[in-house]
């Protein structure tokens, strides 16, 4: 079983930015892939970025590239979202989430979730 905790998120005014953590409880963290996704009210859980076990390959939707960097440190557990020149439609609770699954953008195919941390983004 794999805990996941983020922590990071908050209020932000538009253009601002924002660093989002989210520790392991996991020895073996450097063989999973680690993803982020967010979801705003009456919307669907929705791909945010990717990042391979070993660092080398990473994925971002339309929405944010550009602006986020998605990052790990696998010597500490943890994976990172650095979100710059934050928008308001970037509102939303972000979620971690850790898998075995290459790049995947699917949220059923990870398999352990953290509990999520607010984003909000005002104008």
């Known amino acids: 079983q794999v805990q996941l905790v983020e922590s990071g998120g908050g209020l932000v005014q538009a253009g601002g930015s924002l660093r989002l953590s989210c520790a392991a409880s996991t020895r073996t963290f450097s063989s999973y892939t680690m993803g982020w996704f967010r979801q705003a009210p009456g919307n669907e859980r929705e791909f945010v970025a990717t990042i391979s076990w070993s660092d080398a390959y990473t994925v971002y939707s339309d929405s944010v590239m550009h602006r986020f960097t998605v990052s790990r440190d696998n010597a500490k557990n943890t994976v990172y979202l650095q979100m710059n020149n934050l928008r308001p439609e970037d509102t939303a609770v972000y979620y971690c989430?850790?898998?075995?699954?290459?790049?995947?953008?699917?949220?059923?195919?990870?398999?352990?979730w953290g509990q999520g941390t607010q984003v909000t983004v005002s104008s």
């Open positions: 989430a850790a898998g075995t699954w290459a790049a995947s953008k699917i949220p059923y195919e990870y398999d352990y």
